[in-house]
Each structure stands twice: as C-alpha cells, then as structure tokens.
C-alpha cells in the first residue's frame, strides 16, 4: 500500500469541546489513497520537544485532497498540536496500518467511544459510498457529557445512520455505559465496528463474539515510528505472542486480541 | 544542488576491507529490515544498511509497554523481537539484495557458539557485506549485557565469530561500562575490523500516578539527541585508543550532528533513534555532507575524519 511524507498545510482548527479539537489539513498524496481505520503520524514540531511523532487516526477524507484529524489533549504533544493556527504546515507520515474490513451485508454497527468516533466517521462514509442503505445501520456513540457529543450525533445522522446515544453524567441520551445499548440490536447485526477505550472495546468484543457476530477493533497503543521498525507497539495477542500494532492493525478482528490488560 | 559539483565530492570511506560509498548508516534496530522505509526513503543511497538484530531462533520480544518517549529521547525495551536466522534468510534477504547499499547484519547469541554459528551461517550469503556483532543490548538478561562489560567475553565473542567468517566484523559496544576504550582495545586485539558505537544507555522512567515503570521490563535504553554528547564523547576517547575504525552512534539527526563524530574520529556513523521521527535523516545527512566540503572547498569527507583541534595539540 502506498505510503507519503507530505507537508500539510492546516487549513480549519475546530474548537469540538473544551479540550477537543479538529483539525482539516490538505494532505493530497494521504488523503487521496487512505482506506477507514488507517491513521498519520503526525510530526507535532520541527524541535525535539516532543520528539516522536503522535499517531492519528483519519477521522475523514474528502475528494479536494484534505483529511481531518480530531483529538483530546491529553499530554504535552496534543497540547502544543491544539496550539497549531490555520496557515502552518504539519509534517504528516501516512496512510499507514490496516483498516477496517467493508461489509457487504446489511445490519452493521459502528460503537465509538471519546475520540473512538474519529475513524468510524470515515468508516461510515465509506460504507454509504459503497451504495448500501444505511438506515439499518445503527451508530452507537458515548462520550462524558452533550458537548462532546452532539456535533457527531448531527453528523453521522445526516449521513441516513441510525445513531445512539450514552453519556457518562446522562446528559444525553442513555446515562451509563454505550456498550449497553448494543444488547438489544446485537442478535441481529452481522457485524461490529468499534473503536474506543480498551475497556470498552473489550466488553464489546466480549458481547459480540459471544453471539458469534463478527467484530473489528481499533487499538491504540504508543508507538515511536509507526512504520514496523521501532517494534514498540506490540499488544499481546490471543495465542500469547505479540500483535504489532502499527502494521499488523490498528484494526484486528476482536478474536485476535488478548483481552486482559 | 550542482550535479556537477557533486561529482567532484568524495564521500568515500573505509572500513577495513569494506569500503562505503558515503559514511552514513542506518543503526540495528531503528530501520528494521529496509523494507519497512522503501517508500519513504531512497535505499540506494545510503552507506550502509545494518538490520535488526538477527538471532539463531526467533524472538517474541519483552512485554508491553515497551517504548516510552523521554525528554529529547526515548526509552526501549523491545528485548531483541527478530525473525530468527532462517525466517531472515528467506524472507529479508531478496529484498536486502536489491538495494544498492552495503548490508550489514546484526547478529546476537546466547552464548559464544551461538554467535560462531550465526557467523557461519551468514558467510557466503550473497548481498551481506559485513556482521555487527551486538554485545551490549541490554534488555536480555542472558547473554548480552555479559559480553558487552567484560572484556574477556567480548574479546572470546569477537573470536569466535572471525574465525567463522571473512567477512568484515564491527563490534557493537555498551556505553554501560566504566572505560569503553577498555573494551575497544579488547575487540581490537581480539581482531575486530572495526567498531561501533554507542549502544543504547540503560535508564527508566516512572508514572507517578500509577507509582508503576513505564516499561514492563523497568528499564530500558535510552536514545535519541539526549545521549549524543555521552556518545561523542566516547567516541572521541576511543578512536585516539585503538587503530581499526571506529563508528559513530549516538543521537544523530542533522549533518551537525554526523560532522561532530567525523571530526571527533568517526570513519562513519549511524542514525538510529532520527529514522523513526524523520525517515529521511539520513538522505538529507548526505546531502548535508556534501554541501559542507563544497562550501569549505573540500573534496573528500577523509580530510575531516578525526581532525578535532584541542589546546596543545
């Protein structure tokens, strides 16, 4: 699969909620040829402080060749990357890793959770351009509260998803875990999507295997390079040995997956 | 750049009977097994490639968490994950084969024999120029560490793995000793053609929150530019303290950097921790050399080799 280190140039800065951001940088040569669940490694500065690059997944593409990325700041690289103003360049490495797998059949559902909703976005555009009728689709979101929420309940609702709601403080939708909207609808999905929280991937996995409904994964784990050399991102995996994250995933089938941590 | 220019710089260097088209390397463990950066980075560029550690068996590698970033730097403790010997033979090699840099093989044992038998194994191998011979990864607890500290064990490793090739051998050393020319002086007279450093220094790194190690295995070594004055002071000492070559590693990221270690007494150096946040340091570190003679009105990166000016010399 082809792979670009491409300057680019930072286009939009959206404020999503109070320590989240989305960013719209115009990466042709990435953008043009990357597939759902594939993510960047993004160069923060031109210094050494910090010195690796910060892995994003693609939250979308467009056809004008720019490519969102949205995350929290939850460490001294995505604070100095929410920092960044329209008109600078970002050295970005990508499209890397392996994404999801597009159903054919009807009856998927997409569970993210936080910035977990970054990739399925981009998944559940592709899926609408593969010509099947969402509307069966079900989209189950979760975040803390409303405000980090209800931009991606508006968003994948216009795309024709059937989209629901958790929030951790209630105040929106179900209060309490995402993971328990799946119950009711799982019997009858084909497959499952879900990036997230471990935790939260991990009773997903859990419920879905445990009805033998097919489910993908997006891990995240630390990683130096991003491009298999490092070695740094292995997770352990369900026979014992080690899963590489960067190239083998980001995106594993949930049978693949060690599920303690 | 002036393409005529350029055919007037000599980048050339020489290790002992291997000679490199420029001195600038990719350091065991930061560029895998080339592959990995075909479509980020010009291969047939470079001096020489040296690839991830090979082992006779495959390795799984340590737990996880094994890397974390560190201030100007990053901690690993990978412990040593490889495809093994044969998985190397016959699934790394075609594609080694077909760039046109040196290769160079990291191998590593358990024991002296073992380091002997790899040696063998990988003479005659069409498309290998030379062995690095890591004795100073210190993330395993057998083997290693061990002969990367004592100069007794280094020395027996280095012979065992000349008496089974003639291919050029660079010893790989630990800064994790009290006198690294100590060590340097042992390879040498062991018959080492050249040697390489520095490895990896040991260090770690704690989540206050958790009260717990960063890594899974407690501590791991640390690279990247934080270890670079460490290195080039090592490097410095040790190429005044034996006659074979020596090779730069430590922190490398910018032609800056690559001429600190040419001057200090670098015959050629490598860049390990750069490849993983620029991929292409090492194409833009050629071109800076060459741009540094041009505009000092050199014509060969030999003429800067160990060139260090220090009061009363």
Known sequence: MPEFQEKAS????????????????????????????????????????????RPFSIHQVNAGGNMQILFKVVGR???QLAGVLPGHHIDCIGPLGRGFALEQRDRLCLVGGGMGIAPLYFLARRLLQTGRMVEKDFVLLGARNRAELSIFVDEFSELGYTVQTATDDGSMGHHGFVTELLDPILPVMKRVYTCGPFAMMKICADKALAVDVACQVSLETHMACGLGACLGCAVTGADGGYLHVCRQGPVFDAREVAWTR | MDTLNDKNIDLRVRLGTLSLRN??????????????????VNLHRLGAVVVKGISLKPRPGNPPPRVVETACGMLNAIGLENVGLQGFLERKMEFLRGINSRVIVNILGDSVLEYGELAQQLTGVDGIDALEVNISCPNVKKGGVAFGTDPSMAAEVTRAVKERTD????????????????????????????????????????????????????????????????????????????????????????????????IAGATAIQVGTANFYQPRSSESIIDGLTAYLQNRGESSIRSIIGTLQTEGD
């Open chain 2, 167 to 262: 291919l050029p051998v660079i010893v790989k050393l630990s800064p994790n000793v009290t006198d690294i020319t100590v060590m340097a002086r042992a390879v040498e007279e062991a018959g080492a053609d050249a040697v390489s450093l520095i490895n990896t220094l040991i260090g770690m790194a704690i989540d206050t929150t958790s009260r717990r190690p960063r890594l899974a295995n407690v501590i791991g070594g640390l690279s990247g530019p934080a270890i670079k004055p460490v290195a080039l002071r090592m490097v410095w000492q040790t190429a005044r303290a034996v006659s074979i070559p020596v090779i730069g590693i430590g922190g490398i990221a910018t032609t800056e950097d690559a001429l600190e270690f040419l």
């Open chain 1, 10 to 53: 930072l286009l939009h800065r959206e404020v999503i909620a109070a320590d989240i951001f989305r960013l719209t940088l115009h990466a042709p040569e990435i953008s043009g040829t990357a597939h759902p669940g594939q993510f960047v490694m993004l160069q923060i500065n031109d210094g050494r402080d910090p010195l690796l690059r």
């Open chain 1, 77 to 79: 690289g995505t604070a």
């Open chain 2, 23 to 40: 001195p600038v390397m990719t350091a065991s463990g930061t560029f895998g097994y080339a592959g990995e950066f075909s479509q980020l």
